[in-house]
T-cell receptor, first 112, second 117 residues
Framework: GENVEQHPSTLSVQEGDSAVIKCTYSDSASNYFPWYKQELGKGPQLIIDIRSNVGEKKDQRIAVTLNKTAKHFSLHITETQPEDSAVYFCAAREEYGNKLVFGAGTILRVKS | GAVVSQHPSWVICKSGTSVKIECRSLDFQATTMFWYRQFPKQSLMLMATSNEGSKATYEQGVEKDKFLINHASLTLSTLTVTSAHPEDSSFYIC?????????????FGPGTRLTVT
């Protein structure tokens, strides 16, 4: 089955700097890669996603890149703000059954 | 659009009792619902997948007799934790998928904090 690894586990940046979180996946048949932001005590919120037929997607300060050959995808947050502080999870959707396999999560702290 | 609610948001129950958690898709029809549990500072672990009108498919290591899942309609799934014990204390999160608004996206509920005393 699919296995997703996520790095780093914690990331501290200064307000205004960029943050990059990286994930690798094992199943080349996976076709959908969402990123979620989770605040304490709440459910995950989708912030951006990318399908396997696209290499890059951007939404304001957030972008995701996908390298299918290397089987890795990354989240880029520019001009970070204190409200970006949260836990971020990457995930990969298995080809069959619509199951999402999550990475271990990254705690992002934006220092003001 | 695409809102998923859970009820209750938190519950405390005594050891040995059962507790039911509801997951509702408020503005779309959920053909598939998923139940996850999340321990503190850990990732989401899929417990089971349920399709409307059929039995849930449980992940390896999840006791189906302990975690009863019912997906009786296109907008409601329930998770019942039977004979709960302190080790069942966790954050339970559901998600839902449908043909619309997106056939790819799972929409997550806000979670239910279960504490078993």
């Amino acid at each position: 089955g699919e296995n997703v690894e996520q790095h780093p586990s914690t990331l501290s940046v200064q307000e205004g700097d960029s943050a990059v979180i990286k994930c690798t996946y094992s199943d080349s048949a996976s076709n959908y890669f969402p990123w979620y932001k989770q605040e304490l005590g709440k459910g995950p919120q989708l912030i951006i996603d990318i399908r396997s037929n696209v290499g890059e997607k951007k939404d304001q300060r957030i972008a995701v890149t996908l390298n299918k050959t290397a089987k890795h995808f990354s989240l880029h947050i520019t001009e970070t703000q204190p409200e970006d502080s949260a836990v971020y999870f990457c995930a990969a959707r298995e080809e069959y059954g619509n199951k999402l396999v999550f990475g271990a999560g990254t705690i992002l702290r934006v220092k003001s | 659009g695409a809102v998923v609610s859970q009820h209750p948001s938190w519950v405390i129950c005594k050891s040995g009792t059962s507790v039911k958690i509801e997951c509702r898709s408020l503005d779309f029809q959920a053909t598939t619902m998923f139940w996850y549990r999340q321990f503190p500072k850990q990732s989401l672990m899929l417990m089971a997948t349920s399709n409307e009108g059929s039995k849930a498919t449980y992940e390896q290591g999840v006791e189906k007799d302990k975690f009863l899942i019912n997906h009786a309609s296109l907008t409601l799934s329930t998770l019942t934790v039977t004979s709960a014990h302190p080790e069942d204390s966790s954050f339970y999160i559901c998600s839902a998928m449908g043909r619309a608004p997106s056939p790819y996206e799972q929409y997550f509920g806000p979670g239910t904090r279960l504490t078993v005393t």
